[in-house]
């Protein structure tokens, strides 16, 4: 099983400034990566599929990069509504994973 | 517009049964990978189970192998999970998720709440 590990848990900013959240997995999941987004009481929204491709409709200020074991997301400038929970996830091989997410919080 | 709207939640006895179904609109199942994914209360996301769009290949987590069974129903464009041997752990709310290049989540249901309490 690909363990993902997210960092930090907690990320303590104010609207305006960047976000840099990190998921490392236990092996190479080539660029086989997801990032997701949950508000309080909201589900899951897809943001980022294959590290780095917007899905339809997030706004450009979402962006993913990574290969391999190391994968970051960033938010360039913070919205109110950005702040939220943040999880990967890895397609490479079964068990399909999440990490264990980061919060965002102003 | 796709739509899944799950039903078939409630409070179960350790040891029992339920059935969760995931009503699909705005697409055909049969063209999609489909999977369910839970998440117990304040915790993470976690993989449930799977079924590919041709419907000849399921997985599933260790965690409910042999207890739970994905399937659809093509003519009602259904998606279900039977949950067998019901566990106090298997407390979550379960989503349907319609796959992204397969096994990325693009849609999500709103999430049909299982307890699983005495």
């Known amino acids: 099983e690909i363990v993902l590990t997210q960092s930090p848990a907690t990320l303590s900013l104010s609207p305006g400034e960047r976000a840099t959240l990190s998921c490392r997995t236990s092996?190479?999941?080539?660029?086989?990566l997801a990032w997701y987004q949950q508000r309080p009481g909201q589900t899951p929204r897809l943001l980022i599929y294959d590290a780095s491709n917007r899905a339809t409709g997030i706004p450009a200020r979402f962006s993913g990069s990574g290969s391999g074991t190391d994968f970051t997301l960033t938010i360039s400038s913070l919205e109110p509504e950005d702040f939220a929970v943040y999880y990967c996830q890895h397609r490479r091989n079964w068990p399909l994973t999440f990490g264990g997410g980061t919060k965002v919080e102003i | 517009e796709v739509q899944l709207l799950e039903s078939g939640g409630g409070l179960v006895q350790p040891g029992g049964s339920l059935r969760l179904s995931c009503a699909a609109s705005?697409?055909?199942?049969?063209?999609?990978?489909m999977t369910w994914v839970r998440q117990a209360p304040g915790k993470g996301l976690e993989w449930v189970s799977s079924?590919?769009?041709?419907?000849?290949?399921?997985n599933y987590a260790d965690s409910v192998k042999g207890r739970f069974t994905i399937s659809r129903d093509n003519s009602k464009n259904t998606l279900y999970l039977q949950m067998n041997s019901l566990r106090v752990e298997d407390t979550a709310v379960y989503f349907c998720?319609?796959?992204?290049?397969?096994?990325?989540?693009?849609?999500w249901g709103q999430g049909a709440l299982v307890t699983v309490s005495s």
């Open positions: 079924m590919t769009g041709s419907g000849d290949y399921t």
């Open positions: 705005g697409f055909t199942l049969s063209s999609h990978d």
């Open positions: 092996q190479s999941v080539s660029n086989y």
């Open positions: 998720v319609r796959g992204l290049n397969g096994w990325f989540f693009e849609y």
